[in-house]
Nanobody, 117 residues
Framework: QVQLVESGGGLVQPGGSLRLSCAAS????????MRWYRQAPGKERELVAT???????NYAESVKGRATISRDNAQNTVYLQMNSLKPEDTAVYYC???????????WGQGTQVTVSS
């Protein structure tokens, strides 16, 4: 059974930082490209960051320079460090794993990030 469990969200002031975590189980984590998405109220889900099995990373323009995605294969965990947070970063953040052998996406339950003074 595949599970992705996000944590680390919360309320933060503009300019602040958060580190989101996603603990994965039931997948060959080190062989899986991991992604973070977010969805703001009334908006479509958007891709925020990607990290491949070779630790190659890619970021949305909206977070480039402020976000860092990383992974710990020993802990089956992917992280998203967000700095210089802005009110427009407010969203539910979702962890995603695409399992190639199953040709299937898996999603976590999401963690709310609210940036407000």
């Amino acid at each position: 059974q595949v599970q992705l469990v996000e944590s680390g969200g919360g309320l933060v002031q503009p300019g602040g930082s958060l580190r989101l975590s996603c603990a994965a189980s039931g997948i060959a984590f080190s062989l899986t490209t991991m992604r973070w998405y977010r969805q703001a109220p009334g908006k479509e889900r958007e891709l925020v960051a990607t990290i491949t099995t070779r630790d190659s990373t890619n970021y949305a323009e909206s977070v480039k320079g402020r976000a860092t995605i990383s992974r710990d294969n020993a802990q089956n965990t992917v992280y998203l460090q967000m700095n210089s947070l802005k009110p427009e970063d407010t969203a539910v953040y979702y962890c995603n794993a695409f399992v190639l052998s199953q040709v299937r996406d898996y999603w976590g339950q999401g963690t709310q990030v609210t940036v407000s003074s």
